[in-house]
Nanobody
């Protein structure tokens, strides 16, 4: 079992940057593929970015490519989402997720693939 706690959200202006953190406690963090999702009011939860066990493989949604970067520090049991050039349409609650994986290159891009979720952190981007 792993518990996830996100932090780093806030209210920013368009063009600003934020870095979200997701700290994991419990079982071995390095054995979990990690992902970030977001959910805006009235919309379904959508995939943002994912990263494999060692960080060697990543994927991100087209809407954030070139602006958001996912990374992880297994020594600190933490996954990050660096968000640059934020836009009002990035406003949402951001969730991190973890799923046990057994191959170093595995990552997951669908919410149904993840078992463990954080409580979410609000990101609001004003125009």
């Amino acid at each position: 079992q792993v518990q996830l706690v996100e932090s780093g959200g806030g209210l920013v202006q368009a063009g600003d940057s934020l870095r979200l953190s997701c700290v994991a406690s419990g079982r071995s963090f390095s054995g979990y593929a990690m992902g970030w999702f977001r959910q805006a009011p009235g919309k379904e939860r959508e995939f943002v970015a994912a990263i494999s066990l060692t960080g060697g493989s990543t994927n991100s949604a087209d809407s954030v490519k070139g602006r958001f970067t996912i990374s992880r520090d297994n020594a600190k049991n933490t996954a990050y989402l660096q968000m640059n050039s934020l836009k009002p349409e990035d406003t949402a609650v951001y969730y991190c997720a973890a799923q046990r994986a057994y191959y170093s290159t595995t990552y997951y891009t669908t919410s149904g693939s993840y078992t463990h979720w954080g409580q979410g952190t609000q990101v609001t981007v004003s125009s």
